[in-house]
């Protein structure tokens, strides 16, 4: 049992170093003095780092070496992330580009499709954006109504709405998940496709959250024109897909979860700070039945990394550990806002944008409920919840809802 | 990063689990609930065969020479059918002499298990300062340490520990005593004068505790550094941790089994929501737990400065889970669990004494923020 590198991981971890110590000085700052602050500047500056990411080999560590990637493990990748956390420079930014849409389409998209896209996705020359969720399709993500209709040249036509999507103000391109057969299972009659986000019809609408940013979109399609070539993985094949793509949102989000900052240091330090509140009791026992939680989790990781290591595919754990950091991190706001006040709720308070975060987190990648129905189903093996919609061609199911398709 | 069971330590865990399954367990504690104490198996044999008294002393002086996460594993195996066993007083005790130069020739027979231990449980300061202490008999302010004074070539003890794990029957006592102010380890024969070792039982007969009264005892005096010291209490929260995750796995697997086969209303009660739910909580709460126990054991070697703050995060969060799976057990059999006809009081039992002893789960929860704190002072 340890938590030391391999000979070749610390090779590897010594070559990403010396890299970043090297290129450091064009990285963007984006935190601190000297900080750019005018939007479009940042994200020219932050789309030219990750060219240079990917130029230098720390963009796309997992992505296969035909399509520009290392050709190597998901703990290379982790070790690239510590790196770049450790040396204070801000990532890449497309990360679901890269670390989702992108491996979708290595596994699924035509050939034409890898050379044109996968390049430009890598070094942050082109943006992409998940186009997956609706309004009435997030956790139960296989109710998705936005339609794709077949006309006689082969083209398609595409109407509806999407939602929760980052990235979609400035992204060139997006991965959509679209309604192509009515007349099936909803599980079959899905298709992916790619959207260009600069296609006429495509409307663009920030979503503001408690914190008053907006971080995520709205995107609305009316009558959108995608050619033939636009279909991902084929037609009927979206669900299919969908699952790949679903996939690496978990592994991105696994080897992610310490650099979100919610983790027991950090909170006690800010409980540390206070010569009162370090000392007084009730204080103290929050703070010792948060912390234990997420010092558990940061161990999780470590189990998981084990996993992967081996060739093994992370247990129930990765899940669990979402929902242990989310409560726990909600937990430790209403601690720190209970010893620092109302100030702690000051736009500019660290503890200001965490606290307004986390209640959508919660939802964030499937509701803490669904969660914890596919773990009480898939690891504990317990009977699934009766379903009704199993079998049923969708526009059936739709009117049964009382809607129309 | 290798943060996995070896092979060798996969075969100690099922060893464990196959030499406890030759004993109904849990069918002599429920007999002991009439007060038939005398059903409770004799384990200590079936230890000393495997070799677990010595787990944690070194082979050059009679052991296995094995680290505090093999002794968790064992202590695991243990909890599953909660197993009385001797080991909780026992290993934190081989511990200290372990590290003591000056105890290594009492070794031999405690590795071997001819000879038993058990730990005086004494608590070192924490970040509010404060000073080594003990648990109370009764109420929730700390008791002292035990004192000692120099006495021809060793020391006299005096002082009163309460709710020892694993004392009676002990032939010797290990722990911390305050000399002329600083703490030093210490090994009480317990015939010896001046030593009382008073049985106590207290809701779960399993559980073999007792007050020990130390009045003037003759006491060798141990050079282990004062690390060691403090490190026996925190193995004993990590091997007390283990333990209840045992429990856990336990109570979880039989609820999680009910939940498939029992229906109401025409649907197996594992298929709602509310009941899959909280079998899941349980889960959350043991994966949580499992993970601290790496860390717990991985830190006592790899990282001793953390074994504090790894090995009370572990005791905080694997006292919650007891608690928290015991509890599920007993709503998801409905009235039955509540009953002595079924094993969940059983588990019930072992959680609620379990989070009250070596100071209990709630005072590892408050040690974790203390840790962190100083951790943070520090940085």
């Known amino acids: 049992m340890d938590l030391d590198d391999t000979p070749e991981q610390s090779a590897y971890r010594a070559q990403v170093r010396t890299w970043l110590e090297q290129n450091k000085p064009s990285a963007p700052i ?61 990532g890449i930014l497309d990360a679901i580009g890269v670390g989702m849409l992108g491996p979708t389409i290595i596994a699924h998209g035509s050939d034409e499709q890898k050379t044109r896209y996968l390049g430009p996705m890598l070094h942050g020359d082109e943006v992409w954006c998940q186009l997956f969720s609706e309004p009435a399709a997030g956790s139960d993500l296989a109710a998705v109504q936005t339609r ?116 027991s240091t950090r909170f006690a330090g800010a409980i540390a700070a206070d010569e009162h509140a370090r000392r007084d009791p009730e204080v103290r026992h929050r703070l010792g039945e948060i912390a234990s939680e997420l010092l558990a989790v940061r161990f999780t990781g470590y ?64 509701t803490e409920e669904i969660l914890r129905n596919t773990i009480g189903e898939r690891v504990l093996g317990l009977p699934p919840e009766p379903r009704l919609d199993k079998g049923i061609p969708f526009s059936e199911l739709r009117s049964k809802e009382g809607a129309t398709a | 990063m290798n943060l996995a069971l070896s092979d060798e330590q996969v075969f100690l865990r099922e060893a464990a689990r196959g030499a406890l399954s030759r004993f109904k367990t849990l069918e002599a504690a429920r007999e002991a609930l009439d007060g038939d104490t005398a059903a409770l198996p004799d384990l200590w044999p079936t230890a000393c065969e495997a070799g677990w008294p010595g787990l944690l002393i070194d082979e050059d002086k009679g052991g296995a020479g094995l680290d505090a996460f093999d002794a968790m594993l064992v202590l695991g195996e243990c909890g599953r059918v909660l197993a009385g066993i001797g080991l909780l007083g026992h290993l934190p005790a081989t511990a200290i002499l372990n590290d003591s130069p000056s105890g290594a020739d009492s070794l031999a027979d405690l590795a071997t298990g001819e000879r038993r231990a058990a730990y005086l449980p004494v608590s070192p300061p ?123 796995e336990v109570a979880l697997d039989v609820s999680v089994a009910y939940a498939k086969e029992r229906h109401t209303f025409g649907r197996a009660i594992g298929s709602y929501q509310a009941v899959k739910h909280s079998l899941t909580e349980v889960l959350r709460q043991l994966e949580n737990g499992r993970s601290l126990l790496y860390y717990a054991g991985w830190a006592r070697q790899g ?45 019930f039992r072992r959680a609620q004494l379990s989070r009250r002893l070596l100071g209990g789960t709630s005072q590892a929860t408050d040690r974790v923020s203390g840790e962190l704190i100083l951790q943070a002072d520090a940085a």
């Not at chain 1, 006040?341 to 660290?350: I, M, N, Q, R």
């Not at chain 2, 074994?307 to 998801?332: C, E, Y």
């Open chain 1, 30 to 90: 984006l935190q601190g003095p000297g900080a750019l602050e005018d939007e479009a500047e940042i994200l020219a500056a932050r789309r030219a780092w990750q060219g240079k990411l990917a130029e230098g080999g720390l963009a796309g560590v997992t992505w296969p070496k035909e399509f520009g990637g290392q050709g190597l493990g998901p703990i290379e990748q982790v070790i690239c992330n510590q790196e770049i956390a450790a040396a204070k420079v801000p």
């Open chain 1, 303 to 366: 189990r998981t990394l084990t996993a992967l290591q081996k060739g093994q595919i992370p247990g129930p754990e990765a899940g669990l550990a979402k929902v242990t950091i989310v409560s726990g991190a909600i937990k430790a706001g209403d601690l720190i806002a209970d010893v620092v006040g109302p100030d702690a709720l000051t736009p500019d308070s660290e503890w200001s944008y965490m606290i307004s975060f986390l209640p959508g987190l919660k939802s964030a990648g499937g």
């Open chain 2, 126 to 248: 924490d970040d509010l300062g404060g000073g080594w202490s003990a648990d109370p008999a009764s109420g929730a302010a700390r008791a002292a340490a035990p004192t000692a004074a120099s006495a021809d070539g060793g020391a006299r003890v005096s002082g009163e520990l309460a709710f020892v794990p694993d004392a009676p029957g002990a032939d010797v006592l290990v722990g911390v005593a305050i000399l002329d102010g600083q703490p030093v380890g210490v090994a009480i024969d317990a015939s010896a004068a001046g030593v009382t070792v008073t049985p106590v039982e207290r809701y779960d007969s399993t559980r073999s505790l007792g007050h020990v009264s130390l009045k003037e005892a003759p006491a060798s005096v141990l050079d282990a550094p004062e690390e060691a010291l403090a490190g026996a209490w925190y193995l004993a929260q990590a091997l007390i941790a283990a333990e209840s995750l045992g429990s856990v």
């Open chain 1, 148 to 263: 794709a209709r077949l006309q006689d040249d082969g083209s398609w036509r595409l109407t509806g709405q999407k939602v929760w999507t980052t990235n979609a103000q400035f992204a060139s391109y997006g991965l959509l998940l679209a309604r192509t057969d009515l007349d099936v299972p909803k599980h079959k009659g899905m298709t992916m496709f790619v959207v260009p986000m600069d296609a006429a019809g495509v409307t663009v609408r920030g979503l503001r959250q408690i914190s008053g940013e907006a971080e995520f979109n709205e995107v609305f399609f009316d009558d959108v024109e995608l050619d033939a070539g636009a279909v991902v993985g084929g037609v009927g094949n979206g669900w299919g897909t969908a699952l790949t793509t679903l996939m690496f949102e978990r592994v991105t989000i696994g080897l992610g979860s310490e650099g979100m900052g919610y983790n």
């Open chain 2, 303 to 347: 990282s001793p400065a953390e074994f504090p703050l790894a090995a009370s995060a572990a005791r905080s969060v694997a006292g919650n889970a007891l608690d928290q799976a015991a509890r599920t057990m007993i709503s998801v059999h409905g009235g039955i669990g509540a009953t002595w006809e079924h094993d969940a009081p059983l588990y």
